[in-house]
């Protein structure tokens, strides 16, 4: 093998080595908290179906949804790798960014279904349909992102 | 043909490139995450770590205890501008073997 051949062996591992971190970061998340956060988030959406007042309401789903975020952060820390700084360029943030703005419609689209039915817990539903949504997009977006990050 | 500036000897073999690809992508990543990475042994990984941490080019950090300890490894600057310096050491070469469209007289 010439240094040429050997260069690019080297690279080709290079590339591959940071494809594993992509996915071990996504994978190696604790399941843990990340279900908490899951839980959290389908309990705040199930406040809005509480017979109390909208401001209550909403205070209720903030502060679960903030509780969520701290689950999903910590989950995050005690994964098997955190990813570094470079390896979140733009066509991470690209992935990512297209990722929420899918999940967010789908759920504009439950949320329109739901509005037009006397179903009592809609917004339970709601929730319940957006956890579905991230926890099935999860597959996709380690896959887009090892594309993106082999190219 | 000559070694491009940036070429570094104590990265270069297989099993080390691939341990410092993998760190130069984390933040840190956990030993045992590394472990089954490369598919190497407790023994052999700790080896390439005190190697790099030897020369400067990584850290091992101990987090939690018990059952929950864990142990971190983490790139240095100096380790991870070792390695943004081999990879470009390594484009260099290929980048030579590979003609250039307009020397060889073919469009670009």
Known sequence: MNHADDAQAGLAEIAKRRDQVLEGASRGRHRGWDATGMVLMVAGFAAMDLPVGKGPQLALLLVALVAALACFTQAGRRSRAVLHASALNGRFWAVLGGCALAAGALVLAAVWLLDGSDFPLRNTVTGVVLAVIVAAGEPLYRALVKRRAAA | ?108
Do not use: C, N
């Open chain 2, 1 to 108: 043909m000559t070694v491009p500036a940036g070429f570094d000897e104590l990265i270069h073999p297989p099993t080390r490139l691939g341990l410092v690809s993998l760190l130069a992508a984390a933040q840190w990543a956990e030993f045992s995450f590394l472990k089954e990475s490369l598919e190497l042994t407790d023994s052999a990984l700790s080896k390439q770590v005190t190697t790099l941490a030897e020369a400067g080019y990584a850290e091992v950090r101990k987090e939690g205890a018990g059952r929950r300890r864990r142990t971190l490894v983490m790139l240095t600057p100096r380790g991870r501008a070792a390695f943004e310096g081999h990879v470009a050491a390594l484009q260099q070469l290929v980048g030579r073997a590979t003609p250039d469209p307009t020397e060889a007289g073919l469009p670009r």
